[in-house]
C-alpha cells in the first residue's frame, strides 16, 4: 500500500499560559501538560504531495518523547485547530499570529474527531491515530493539517516533552506524519 511520510512538521511551537505573549517557534521542544500552568503544542503538516484521486486509508501522527514529569499514561489529546491563519514565529497562548487573539487563549480547536493516546514514558515513540482528522484536511482543508495538542485533564506536574522540527541533532525524531492511501477507481498512478 503506497505511503506518504511528513516529516518534520511543515511549522510548529508551543504555547505557555504562564508566558502568553511569549513565542516557542524556534524552540527544539513541543511541550504539552500543566506545570503551575498548562501547556499546549501547534502543528502544521501540509501534505501537497498526495497525489490526487486517492482515498487516505491510515494516518498517524507521531512525535518522540524524550522527557516526562509526573506519571507518563496520561491521556494525550491531539485536536484539529479552527483558526488556520496562526503562524509559527507569531503563535502564543494569547496570539495566533503575533497580532490577533485567538477566540479562547490557548488555542481554537474542534473535539470533533479528536485522536488520543496513553502518553508514553520517556524515550518512545507517541502515536495518535488521526486518520479522521486527516481524511476532513484532504477534503476540506487543501491537504493541509492542523494539530493542537493538549493534556486530557491539564493537571499539575504531568508535563511530556517532545522533540519539534527545529531538532537537529537526530531528525529522525523531529514529529511526522504517515499517511497510507489507495487510489480511487481502480486507478493506478493514473491509470485504468
Given amino acids: 500500500m503506497p505511503e506518504l511520510i511528513i516529516q518534520p512538521t511543515t511549522i510548529d511551537s508551543w504555547l505557555s499560559e504562564q508566558d502568553t505573549d511569549t513565542n516557542y517557534g524556534t524552540d527544539t521542544k513541543l511541550v504539552i501538560g500543566k506545570g503551575t500552568n498548562a501547556f499546549r503544542s501547534v502543528l502544521k503538516f501540509d501534505f501537497g504531495a498526495l497525489p490526487n484521486q486517492v482515498d487516505i486509508i491510515a494516518a498517524a501522527f507521531r512525535a518522540y518523547v524524550y522527557s516526562v514529569i509526573g506519571s507518563s499514561g496520561r491521556t494525550l489529546w491531539a485536536y484539529r485547530l479552527t483558526q488556520l491563519a496562526w503562524t509559527e514565529a507569531g503563535v502564543t497562548w494569547n ?37 479522521n482528522l486527516a481524511q476532513y484536511a484532504q477534503s476540506s482543508m487543501s491537504k493541509i493539517l492542523h494539530l493542537l495538542l493538549k493534556d486530557g485533564t491539564e ?17 529522525t525524531k ?19
Wanted: glycine fraction near 10%.
Fill in 155 to 171: 493537571l499539575a506536574n504531568q508535563v511530556s516533552y517532545f522533540y519539534s522540527s527545529e531538532y537537529v541533532t537526530d531528525t
Fill in 95 to 131: 496570539k495566533y499570529d503575533g497580532s490577533n487573539n485567538w477566540a479562547a487563549a490557548g488555542g481554537d480547536y474542534t473535539i470533533t474527531d479528536g485522536a488520543s493516546i496513553s502518553g508514553p514514558a520517556a524515550n518512545n515513540w507517541a502515536e495518535w491515530n488521526t486518520l
Fill in 174 to 192: 523531529c514529529p511526522k506524519l504517515i499517511l497510507n492511501y489507495r487510489y480511487k477507481n481502480g486507478l493506478w498512478f493514473g491509470h485504468a
